[in-house]
């Protein structure tokens, strides 16, 4: 609650990081990334396992290409 997402996109675009690492939900990841990459077009990402759901590509849509989303088991084994 709170978060004003574009403020927090303008800092981290306008700042010297080569990379962001966010700690959030799907739908919080996706805003940001689209946001900073909108002023920062391709400006690289990494998402923790929090974020990793079916979710996220249909909240991101073409800003999430190229983000990397760390998951540690498959979730489609039986």
């Known amino acids: 609650p709170g978060v004003r997402f574009v403020e927090l996109a303008q800092r981290v675009a306008a700042s010297d990081a ?3 690492a966010i700690a959030a939900s ?3 990841s996706a805003v940001l990334v689209q946001q900073v990459r909108r002023l920062r077009p391709g400006f690289a990402a990494g998402l923790s396992v929090w974020a990793g759901t079916e979710e996220l590509p249909r909240l991101g849509g073409a800003a999430l290409d190229g983000v990397l989303v760390t998951q540690f088991f498959d979730r489609f084994s039986t």
């Open 18 to 20: 080569d990379a962001m």
């Open 26 to 28: 799907a739908a919080d």
